[in-house]
């Protein structure tokens, strides 16, 4: 049979152990822990804040601290989750891939792309970005790229406009203003004085 001291020494240590769980439930996360959320809408994507602050130079200013170039510090100063709305142009879609990117890239960044690219995209970038832009249409990568802007992503935006200039080489000028939504505003005579200034043909 159990003695009474026994008993109370077994009650003090559940006692202890479920304050402690209560405690650990309501306590803040650990510093340093916190997400950025990406916001557009009712559509929210959250990515671990050390991530977004190494691939949006946006998001590294707002999160900065005065008097240290120490990234860890300016991370461990976060006492909250950091929302950021993005701009117009994007669509619930963009977001997810937004943070599917960082996720890849976070590690290691691509090599930074030739300028001029005289080459096709597919000839020049790696295998996970190669399967990244497979996912794309026009429409997203347009999306994709006004948010990589915005937050400014380098890698990201360096590799949308690169796929946009990629797939414009095989357009029609006509095609190209659907991309982009570019009105035709020359009346036909000037088309034709264009033509002839530059030697074009309808050939």
Known sequence: ??????????????????????????????????????????????????????????VADIISVDGTDDPQAALNALTEDLEITVPAGASPNTLPLLVEYMQLRHAKFP????????????????????????????DVALELLTVSIFINCVPLKDLIAAQLADWMVDMTVDEMRTLFGVKNDFSQEEIDSLKKEHGITDD
């Not at 020049?124 to 794309?136: E, G, S």
């Open 1 to 58: 049979m159990c003695s009474f001291s026994r008993i109370t020494h077994t009650l003090f240590l559940a006692q202890r152990i479920f304050f402690t769980m209560a405690a650990s439930a309501g306590a803040p996360p650990p510093r340093g822990s916190h997400s950025v959320v990406f916001i557009f809408e009712t559509t929210r994507c959250a990515v671990p804040a050390n991530i977004a602050a190494k691939c949006s130079a946006l």
């Open 111 to 138: 090599r930074p792309l030739e300028r001029p690219l005289d080459r096709r995209l597919v000839d020049v970038i790696d295998d996970i970005d190669k399967a990244f832009v497979r996912k794309l249409d026009h």
